[in-house]
């Protein structure tokens, strides 16, 4: 069984490319899905960047934070609720 940690993140704008990724977990159910069965398989079909993906295969929810954080212009007073499903 998976454990889901939900990662309250504060940009200075719209969410980046990863952040919309892990976002869509909490949505999307074949993604959620196939994330649980096999989560390398998912991040490299996921169109992400290689660094992007390099984060998500660290399985650090820190390091997936600071990285939206960083991408979506720094931190800032817009909540996002992204749901990081191990």
Not at 36 to 65: F, H, M, Y
């Amino acid at each position: 069984m998976s454990n889901q940690l939900s990662l309250n993140v504060s940009t200075a704008g719209d969410l980046c490319p990863l952040g919309n990724f892990i976002l869509s977990l909490s949505f999307d159910q074949k993604r959620r899905a196939d994330w649980i069965k096999n989560r390398e398989k998912v991040i490299a079909g996921s169109g992400l960047s290689p660094s992007d993906q390099a984060v998500l295969l660290t399985d650090s929810p820190t390091k997936v934070k600071n990285a939206i954080i960083a991408e979506s212009g720094g931190p800032g007073p817009r909540i996002w609720i992204c749901v990081w499903i191990r």
